[in-house]
């Protein structure tokens, strides 16, 4: 096991805080870009059924477009990295039999020994409970994820709903593709100008959030 | 700082899995426990609204009646904590006026100095954005942060949507305190006889689920 202790954990998550100023000469190092986007792919979701796209954007031009597309918020153009998660907006009986089919194959077993599981999938999905909302929700596991490990690992984070939604599905042509934004995160390192840096974290109390049965 | 390294996190990622079963005997140690229930008070939230209240059960009485209403999942009972997710129904600015309270009391500033931060609020609430289903996607935030953490931490997680809403906010009063349950997630250690322990995580490929624009 390589894990933190309790208390650098907690250090770690009050260090985090939602980043307004990115320092625009620091990039992300490769290493870490890496296990960042390992983590989206690791993200867990409903039934495995991993009902998203992840579009990152480094591209100077697209960002420009997207922050245009999103109050024009300067993280989205100075951070190193702008994450922008996208729901699958369809799901039917072609994305259970191809999770099926996928499950097989990295498993070594046959598609007909996994008949419960898509039979399971199957009345979810024919109940009407498999929208494009609730894809939506599977990408916001996806998000708490995403900061939780930047947090981890010392990168800043802004996560933003703050967005037209309609305008980032076109300049990145997600439609087409079956998709739509759910929700974006900046990520890079905070700017020593950020005075939200120094601000104390507002959270309600332990009793008021917290209630224990 | 006290982060992890990349691969240590990838290594924490690639160890978790969505626990079938739990050791009963295995309880989370106290000072484990309070950097788990630390990192939900901690989730970021949009606006900072923290739109929520965090149920955790360990009372065995209620644990029998929360499985008997999650499709009768052995987790419920032989997990050491079970979470309840719940989002609060009804955001109204009633919300809002508490969190500039709080924030100014937190930050020893006034109300006044926050004005446009409420006016922002206010603006996205009249427009009918604050939703109980915008509340539940935050709560979706805090259980993707709270996997992340376990796996972090060397806890084991099973995140939970097979439930039946409507029992289970009978079952904790939820509706009352004007909350629903969003999702649910236990927690505790894995027990030796857990044979997904040892099954190969299925993802869909970098490729298919990451795009670099």
Known sequence: MSTLTPIDLTKQLQWRYATKVFDQSKKIPAQ??????????????????????????????????????SWNQSQVTDCSHHVVLTAKRELNSNDITRLIASTAQQRGITVESLAAYQGMMSGFQSKGYMTTEWAAKQCYIALGQLMAVCAVLGVDACPMEGFDPVQVD??????????STAVCCSLGY?????????????????GEVVRHV
Chains 1, 2 share one sequence.
């Open 32 to 69: 870490t870009w890496t296990a960042i986007e390992q983590s989206l792919i690791l993200t867990p979701s409903s039934f495995g059924l991993q009902p998203w796209k992840f579009v990152v954007v480094t591209n100077d031009a697209v960002k420009a477009k997207l922050r245009a597309a």
């Open 170 to 179: 076109e300049i990145l042509g997600l439609r087409a593709e079956g998709y």
């Open 190 to 206: 905070r700017a020593a100008s950020d005075k939200y840096a120094h601000l104390a974290k507002v959270r309600y109390s332990n």
